[in-house]
Every structure is written in C-alpha cells, then in structure tokens.
C-alpha cells in the first residue's frame, strides 16, 4: 500500500477522509497502508475510484507509476480503462 499512500498523498486526502469513505477507522487505515493488515480486492477498488488512480497503475514499474502520477496530476480525471 506505499503507492496509495503516494496517490493520497499527492491527492491531499487525509486518512480520516479516506477511511471515512471506507468506513473504517484511521487506525485500520494507517495498519493498511504499513502493510500490517490485509487489503481486500473491494477495498482496493474502493481506494483507486475515490483516488480516481486506475489499480492496475500500481503494479507498474516506479518510473511508469510516477510518470502516470505526475501526468494524473496536471488532468482532473484518468479513465479507467
């Protein structure tokens, strides 16, 4: 979960929104983005969508994750493809 700690990060939103959009606590947030609890495929999915990050980005390389990141930035939207 380090690249959706990034794509948050860059998105400034804080983990309360997001967990709040989860409707989970911040700390079952924060023990998913360490890696210390388990993600589910729906959370997952629920994650990117509130991010508007398309999930498979986040299995890319580091320079094909950061070159999307950063060119996500400068666009309102990604489309999921």
Known sequence: MDRIKVVRQHRKVSV???SN?????????YAKERGARATTIDE??????YLDFPP?????????????LNNSLS???????
């Open 75 to 81: 666009n309102t939207m990604l489309a999921f493809q």
């Open 21 to 29: 959009h989860l409707g989970i606590s911040t700390s079952a947030y």
């Open 44 to 49: 997952l999915e629920t994650i990117c969508i």
């Open 16 to 18: 309360k929104e997001i």
């Open 56 to 68: 498979y980005y986040l299995y890319q390389s580091v320079d094909a994750f950061y070159e999307v």
